[in-house]
């Protein structure tokens, strides 16, 4: 079979399958194999269009649907999605590669939010002051924007998109997500559960495509906001432009987390979360660790027991029960691995060089083991930029102050963690980091549902951070109302004065 041939991941527009006939395609891998297995359209401004007037034609009645219905729809929505994780976790495993349970994480987590949701009406309530003057009442409301736009990135296929979508579907507003073109099938496996919920069709849309798409709903007319994830540069640009084109918009941006160990930490604590959030999923998170800033003079004893830890980490096809997969693309595997040389070049020790990797996987997969270097220069491309891959630095500092001085010079500021037994220490480290996201002896710590995640610096661009509170405001907007139903013996007459509250 030529890749020509292969099945096309189609778009969903009108609650049905949508495969434009001659339309442009890009590959879509299985990571473990490092074979296309699909093709996936890619949307050109006429299709966004098509996309965006179906989601805008949907709206008014999605919007007016009342909010005891639309929570019923939320409700089934989460039980399906309950009851079938497990049938998208294989897709997801199969396009993106990361290991069966970790797909199976990312769900749970995005389920978190989609039950958050499913508690909206108290959030979305609107207040009522009577008599600020004389016979008049003043109330506000809040209502939905409109066409909100999302575009994902490829690490989190099915939680990325959940961090937005049930919010913003259960406060009234039509979607339209462009989700990763490198694992495109779990957007539109979501979008068949909504309906079968019972979602009118329009108010879920997915539109495939590369950044012609994207930029497709930056400048849509019908597109009310954007919620964005992905890489700093993208999410810069996607700020900036969604913004000039007036819309609300909140861009999610990239990562290099630092993890601080102080001397009185618990060392096999410590060895064992660096490798967790520096390894699981190859290390394509988001809030993973990239960084380990040893506070000497543990750095050998730690080190070490990393490195021991790394030697026990099984490497393999995700649907083959390993501890971590291939990464994503073999572009993006040979990025990363370029990283070691980098690193190397500069002065840093490879000690474990994770391209010598056996992997129980096909000889063709994307393929790259865990990776350790240690004493990183801070002035190594290894260390100043954002990795993204199955790669650990390790930076020798001699004080928590020159650790936390480090990480408040980063241009990135999406999360960081401290280990140590010394409560007072980590009080001032999470007083202190210029981070949005802080972990103390936790070092992944992505808030629960309704805290809401966002970075600070260039990890987040916008004042709006994904769910939690901060979400039901980002997708609606306020009306105040100022009312008074005359009488005659209230009737004030004509009066040209500012309206004033002390009459
Ligand atoms: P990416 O920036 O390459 O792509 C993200 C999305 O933008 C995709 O849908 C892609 O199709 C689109 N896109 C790519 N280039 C574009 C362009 N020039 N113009 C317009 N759109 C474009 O990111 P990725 O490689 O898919 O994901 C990894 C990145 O996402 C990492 O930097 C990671 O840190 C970041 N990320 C951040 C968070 C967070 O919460 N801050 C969460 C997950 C991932």
């Not at 495993?93 to 199976?104: I, M, N, P, R």
């Not at 769900?107 to 008599?131: C, M």
């Not at 990363?336 to 129980?360: C, F, L, T």
Request: glycine share 10%; charged share 20%.
């Amino acid at each position: 079979m030529t890749t020509t041939d292969l099945p096309v991941v189609p778009h969903w527009v009108d609650g049905a399958r949508l495969t434009p006939a001659g339309s442009a395609t890009a590959p879509v891998f299985d990571p473990a194999r490092g074979v296309a297995t699909r093709r996936v359209g890619l949307a050109d401004a006429d299709l966004v269009d098509r996309a965006v007037r179906s989601a805008a034609a949907a709206f008014p009645a999605w919007r007016d649907t009342s909010i005891a219905k639309r929570q019923a729809v939320l409700f089934r929505f989460r039980e399906l999605l309950a009851g079938r994780k497990d049938e998208l976790a294989r897709i997801i495993t199969a396009e993106h590669g990361k290991v069966l349970s970790d797909a199976a994480g990312e769900i749970q987590r995005g389920l978190e939010v989609v039950e958050l949701a499913t508690g909206f009406p108290h959030l979305v309530k609107g207040e009522f002051s009577e008599n600020v003057s004389t016979g008049i009442d003043v109330y506000s409301f809040k209502q939905p924007l409109g066409v909100v736009g999302i575009v994902s990135p490829f690490n989190f296929p099915a939680m990325v998109p959940m961090w937005f979508f049930p919010v913003a579907i259960a406060a009234g507003n039509a979607v339209v997500l462009k989700p990763s073109e490198k694992d495109p099938s779990a957007a539109v496996w979501m979008a068949e559960l909504w309906q079968e919920a019972g979602l009118p069709d329009g108010v879920f849309t997915v539109v495939h495509g590369d950044r012609a798409a994207v930029d497709g709903l930056l400048a849509h007319p019908d597109v009310a906001s954007i919620s964005f994830v992905g890489s700093t540069p993208v999410a810069r640009h996607v700020y900036e432009t969604a913004a000039r084109h007036g819309k609300r918009v909140q861009a999610l941006g990239g990562a290099k987390n630092h993890m601080l160990v102080l001397p009185d930490a618990d060392l096999d604590l410590a060895a064992d979360q660096a490798v967790n959030a520096g390894f699981g999923s190859a290390g394509e998170r988001c809030m993973a660790i990239s960084v380990v800033l040893a506070v000497e003079p543990v750095a050998d004893e730690l080190v070490a027991k990393v490195r021991e830890r790394i030697e026990g980490l099984r490497v393999g096809d995700g649907t083959r029960g390993p501890d971590m997969g291939p990464l994503v693309t073999g572009e993006h595997r040979d990025r990363v691995a370029s990283y070691i040389d980098v690193a190397a070049a500069d002065g840093a020790k490879v000690v474990v060089d994770g391209r010598d990797v056996r992997p129980d996987g096909d000889a063709d997969g994307f393929w790259l083991g865990p990776t350790l270097l240690d004493d990183v220069p801070t002035t190594s491309r290894a260390y100043t930029e954002e990795i993204f891959g199955p790669v650990l630095c390790v930076v020798r500092v001699k004080s928590f102050d020159e650790g936390v001085a480090l990480i408040n010079a980063g241009e990135l500021g999406n999360g960081t963690a401290v280990f140590t037994a010394d409560g007072g220490a980590a009080r001032r480290f999470q007083n202190e980091v210029e981070v949005g996201m802080i972990g103390v002896n936790v070092p992944i710590p992505v808030p629960v549902a309704y805290y809401s995640f966002g970075g600070w610096k260039q990890s987040l661009f916008g004042d709006a951070r994904a769910y939690g509170p901060q979400a039901f405001d980002f997708f609606t907007r306020a009306k105040a109302v100022t009312s008074r139903w005359l009488d005659p013996a209230t009737h004030g007459g004509v009066d040209l004065g500012f309206p004033r509250n002390d009459g």
